[in-house]
């Protein structure tokens, strides 16, 4: 590596071993075949002498304490801090990535840190911190050390996190899924030839492993980025509600999120408020019980209502919950129904 420096090297955990060192890894839909020197598609596993190694083991980009709302997660402890860290590539190619400056660069051309698992803790521990999410650009490809940082987290009685892109084989989300409580995974489209083209991804696959994580009782939540011209059609999006509704079911939270130009796609216009508005009550129509809009604060979209009676239950203003109309058990305190959340509003410890 540029700053020649091999604790950031490790063994890859999912691959396979071929003949003349050709290796083909196993991480991801993609499978790349990798020759001795080659680096797969996310920039950051690499085939030396014949074994596929990661190049960004405990290579932090950001560190930062988020509301958890921010990932987006709306029913999964509301209003909790959430410890939140960053790598470097990723094994999707989106032009419009917000993150792209850590998710399209190449490890050795980051001064990234170095914080190991036991790093985490401490400062988890320090901070008062009882989430962690992996997060920022795609933490699937930051596999070995998400998958011990997990373990090491979840024995110390922390729960996490992954905000990702979804596109893992199963065998290694399976692996992984036990140390991981609650998920956003975006569904950046929902045409295949979309995947293939721009954002160079497999849609079926993200597909299977959303339905794997919720088979498996992970909390998921997902977003849905309205990009204007490339997903915005009210045929493809109510595809997609339809699936959402028939294999996540309609207490899976779903947020729609205002495009912004960026990247590649700084030309582009921002997404109308009105084709938000549009989309969600689209969501609605289909049987969804909790649709978002993001991206547009002060929009009424921010705030959770109860499925069964229709009353506000929390309004939120950006990150920030201005009201909250549940009990203990979180019961709507109107008609008495049972609303999806995971834990209580959080309370800072004293």
């Not at 840190?113 to 911190?129: A, G, I, L, W």
């Not at 059609?233 to 339809?242: G, I, L, S, V």
Request: charged share 25%.
């Amino acid at each position: 590596m540029l700053r020649n420096e091999t604790r950031f090297i490790r063994e890859a955990k999912y691959y396979e071993k071929l003949d003349k060192q050709l290796v083909r890894c196993l991480l991801c839909p993609w499978k790349c075949l990798l020759d001795n020197t080659q680096t797969g598609l996310c920039n950051v596993r690499k085939n030396i002498d014949g074994k596929l190694y990661t190049l960004i083991y405990g290579l932090v980009s950001s560190v930062a304490i988020d509301p958890i709302e921010k990932k987006p997660l709306f029913h999964f402890y509301p209003g909790a801090p959430i410890f939140s860290i960053s790598s470097v590539g990723c094994n999707f190619k989106c032009p419009w990535c917000q993150n792209w400056e850590i998710s399209q660069v190449s490890p050795e051309k980051f001064p990234g840190e170095y914080m190991s698992p036991e790093d985490v803790v401490k400062t988890m521990k320090n901070y008062k911190v009882p989430f962690l999410a992996f997060t920022y650009n795609e933490p699937i490809i930051w596999y070995e050390y998400m998958y011990d940082t997990a373990r090491l987290t979840s024995r110390e009685g922390f729960k996490n996190v992954i905000v990702s892109n979804g596109h893992i084989n199963i065998e290694p989300l399976d692996e992984l899924i036990p140390y991981i409580h609650a998920a956003n995974i975006d569904v950046k489209a929902f045409n295949p030839s979309t995947y293939l083209k721009i954002i160079r991804g497999k849609l079926e696959a993200v597909l299977d492993a959303i339905v794997e994580m919720k088979r498996k009782k992970i909390h998921v939540e997902t977003t849905y980025l309205v990009i204007p011209g490339l997903n915005d059609t009210e045929d493809e999006f109510r595809k997609m509600t339809k699936w959402h509704l028939d294999n996540l079911g309609p207490e899976t939270p779903l947020h729609l999120s205002r495009f912004y130009p960026m990247y590649k796609y700084s030309d582009k216009p921002s997404t109308p408020v009105e084709t938000l508005e549009k989309l969600w009550s689209i969501a609605k129509e289909e049987g969804l019980f909790y649709v978002y809009i993001g991206n547009v604060p002060w929009h009424k979209g921010e705030n959770t209502y109860c499925p069964f009676c229709g009353k506000l239950l929390i309004r939120r203003i950006g990150y920030d919950i201005l009201e909250w109309n549940l009990d203990e058990e979180n019961r709507c305190k109107y008609c008495g129904k049972k609303i999806h959340i995971i834990g209580n509003r959080w309370k800072k410890p004293s």
